[in-house]
């Protein structure tokens, strides 16, 4: 496109307001500049109406002490961290939630997706009816359901329910034991951290053998050999150095371990099980859009079902199935903000919530807010995009 | 999705409107035929809507005192139901005139928020909630206890700051509405349940076995509830001021709603200047001369309102307390008519 000249005739016959290419661009810089002005006269005349009824304004706020508890936090936040501290520990929890929420999704999507289209009644029965009831209630209220009707029905911490004695479940959540790290943990971490690289680039290699000689290559079996036995002989050369805190019961609650807290689960669940609805519909429908010849073809070669669909289906569904899923995330990410509906503490109830509240800064938290969904949106599209486009590259 | 309205709103409201360019509110009130008030989405005794949709509540009451001063008719008042973290805003940005919603008194809303608080309607101070089976008789017993609180509110913010001052660990569980924290507790999510003394009174009532779960002794925060005007009109700020001051006077004089009609025939100059008779008093808020008559006839004096709404007769069976007139050992107290 930037190659493209004008024929030096013609630049010299019209005049510049004719020419589309500057007439365009004439147009786009009027426009900015009056959005930006019209913009500018709106905050400077909504900041000085705030001033006349001596409400406060700006965003020195960030740095006052929050003064409120919240039940996770990632990042280490007390009552006397800021309103700077809070808004990372929100965005942080949105993130999980999201992040975790998504890789369910996926999963779940995927696999009902598929069976919707088996050959076997019994699991595309089943998975015709986990779209339907999923895809149709509302999502607060199977939110609400996870978490009043499932997770409040555990017993409480004094009964819970005891997996060997280690990990714990009840209506405080699920307690696990929390790994501490002793002398040595550092080599176990980089044999770990060695084993994973090794497996990427094995498996990488493998591919390409597969698409130039045909011949499998068993990744999957290998890939946990390496990951699982390289740390296991590390830790056995440094004697172990790491070690667990197990969870006790200690008057209400459990003590040391690590908790998963129910708002968190009943939310993510919730929000997974829901969207996998429509990530399983996007799914068959990019499955159905690869035409059967294909399937035939790779049969007439010899390629079993399961091969066939995820050697060759598949990669090819990707293309269609790829935009849909790009708003599938964003959908979940922006339904986490049903959070406070069950008490998890992610970025609208903590910031867009409490902070709001208690600074009662209004215009300013919630252009914030809106501006951090904005930029996780664009993140997650952006990379979904760069994503779809290799899926393209390789179809052709 | 109330509190981004509300935020639009503000901003819209903000960023277009011509400084300093506001009618006054009672104009604006009068011009509309009615108060817009914010109450709570539902607390016994407080502000809470029964089946038919008919508000009824100390707080509820006391808006339609406010419509009793302004239009001498108590119909004339509709209710905007707030969950604690949208109530500000709503008030800021307009959407509301008055906000009477169990709202503690502090400097930061009082200042920085915009607002004024008139006065008090209810001294209160946050309280405890627990299982009887859980066997603790003090709040210094809970370390270590799931907390459920609701979000916005004061009680956060203490509860924060009584387990820290005590050294004691807690979880605190958020929740954005009323009926989402009892649940939670009530479900066993949470140890303990904490809000303001008359809330823990209002909000037991919803729990499945109101019996077996106690308050504990100690209260740990001053909670001085009362209603809320925006800064930046002094006039609508001094009517919902007197029109609770007119309450509490007419208790300290003995003046009822049963006995008002008669009370207009009284000698005493303090009575008379209350329902009208002497002195030109409604004229320096911009109402009828008859405003605190029109008060105390159609809502009652302050003790009428809360023994109606909360007192002993009623299922909250809130005692007197601290909520007596000042003559009879409470801080009931308000400034003389004249
Ligand atoms: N007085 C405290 C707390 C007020 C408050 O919101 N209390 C809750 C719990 S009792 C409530 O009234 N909820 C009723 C609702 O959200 O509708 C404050 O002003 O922050």
């Known amino acids: 496109m930037a190659d493209w000249v004008e024929p030096a005739a013609r630049q010299g016959r019209t005049s510049l307001m004719n020419d589309p290419k500057v007439r365009s661009i004439v147009l786009q810089v009027v426009a900015l500049v009056l959005v930006i002005v019209l913009g500018w006269m709106f905050i400077d005349n909504a900041r000085e109406n705030l001033a006349a009824q001596k409400i406060a304004t700006g965003f020195g706020f960030m740095e006052n002490t929050a003064g409120f508890g919240i039940s996770q936090t990632l990042v280490s936040y007390s009552e ?87 990990a714990f479940i009840s209506n405080r959540g699920i307690v ?131 091969y066939t669909m995820r050697l060759v289906v598949i990669p090819q569904a990707m293309r269609v199935i790829i935009p849909p899923l790009t708003s599938q995330y964003l959908n979940l990410t922006k339904n986490s903000s049903l ?56 179809e052709r | 999705m109330k509190r981004l309205l509300s935020t639009f709103a503000l ?38 809507p029964d089946d038919k949709g008919n508000w009824t509540g100390l707080d509820v009451d006391f808006c339609r005192a406010v419509a009793a001063a302004v239009f001498g008719d108590t119909t004339k008042v509709k209710f905007t139901p707030l969950s604690a973290k949208d109530r500000f805003t709503a008030l800021q940005s307009g959407d509301i005139d008055v906000l009477s919603r169990n709202t503690t008194w502090t400097i930061s809303r009082d200042t920085s928020l915009g607002l004024n608080f008139t006065g008090v309607t209810y001294y209160d101070g946050q309280g405890f909630m627990i299982r009887k089976d859980k066997k603790v008789n003090s709040a210094l017993e809970l370390s270590g206890a799931s907390v459920c609180t609701q979000t916005g509110t004061t009680t956060e913010q203490n509860v924060a700051d009584f387990f820290r001052a005590n050294n004691m660990q807690y979880e605190v569980i958020a929740f954005a509405t009323a009926d989402e924290t009892i649940k939670a507790y009530d479900s066993g999510r949470c140890d303990v349940y904490t809000t303001d003394r008359s809330g823990l009174a209002a ?25 809320v005007v925006s800064h930046g009109d002094d006039q609508w700020f001094d009517i919902v001021k007197w029109a609770l001051f007119a309450q509490v006077n007419a208790e300290e004089l003995g003046i009822t709603s049963k006995n008002v009609d008669e009370m207009l025939k009284s000698t005493n100059p303090e009575i008379k200047r209350l329902v009208g008779t002497e002195g030109k008093f409604g004229e320096g808020l911009g109402l009828g001369n008859d405003w605190a008559f029109q008060i105390v006839k159609l809502v009652g004096n302050y003790g009428e309102m809360y023994d109606r709404n909360v007192g002993p007769d009623t299922p909250l069976k809130l005692a007197r307390g601290t909520n007596a007139l000042w003559t009879k050992g409470g801080l009931q107290y308000a400034p003389p008519i004249r």
């Open chain 1, 80 to 166: 006397t961290s800021t309103y700077g501290r809070a808004f990372l520990v929100g965005i942080l929890n949105t993130l999980l939630v999201a992040v975790i929420g998504i890789f369910f999704a996926t999963i779940i999507g995927f696999l009902v997706g598929i069976g919707r289209l088996s050959k076997n009644f019994v699991i595309r029965l089943i998975c015709s009816c986990y779209v339907e009831l999923l895809r149709n209630l509302p999502p607060l209220f199977q939110i609400l359901f996870w978490y009043l009707a499932v997770l409040s029905a555990m017993p409480n911490p004094r009964q819970s329910i005891s997996i060997f004695g280690e």
């Open chain 1, 176 to 306: 696990v034991p929390r790994p501490l790290f002793g002398d040595g943990t550092g080599l176990v971490l980089w044999t770990f951290g060695f084993a994973v690289l090794a497996t990427v680039l094995l498996g990488a290699w493998g591919r390409q053998r597969r698409e130039e000689t045909g011949r499998p290559f068993p990744m999957l079996w290998i890939g946990l050999g390496l990951i699982v036995g390289l740390p296991l002989i590390a830790m056995i050369v440094t004697g172990f150095p790491i070690t667990f805190e197990k969870p006790e019961l200690k008057g209400f609650n459990f003590v040391g371990g690590m908790r998963v807290i129910p708002e968190f689960v009943a939310l993510t669940v919730g929000l997974a099980t829901y969207t996998a609805a429509f990530i399983a519909e996007n799914v068959r429908a990019g499955i159905t859009s690869v035409s059967h010849g294909q399937t035939e073809a790779a049969n007439s070669l010899g390629l079993r079902s399961g």
């Open chain 1, 339 to 394: 959070a406070v509906a069950v008490g998890y503490p992610d970025l609208v109830a903590v910031f867009a919530g409490t902070t709001l509240n208690q600074t009662g800064q209004a215009i300013e938290i919630i252009a914030i807010t809106m501006g951090v969904y904005l930029v996780i949106s664009i993140i997650t599209s952006v990379i979904m995009n760069t994503y779809n486009k290799r899926v393209a590259l390789v």
């Open chain 2, 11 to 48: 901003a819209g409201a903000f960023g277009l409107a011509a400084v300093g360019a506001q009618a006054a509110k009672l104009d604006q009130v009068k011009a509309k035929g009615f108060i817009q008030c914010g109450v709570s989405q539902g607390l016994p005794g407080f502000s809470n």
């Open chain 2, 203 to 227: 909000e037991r009532l919803k729990l499945t076995n109101p019996d077996d779960h106690i308050v504990l002794p100690e209260i740990i925060s001053k909670e001085p509830l009362g209603p």
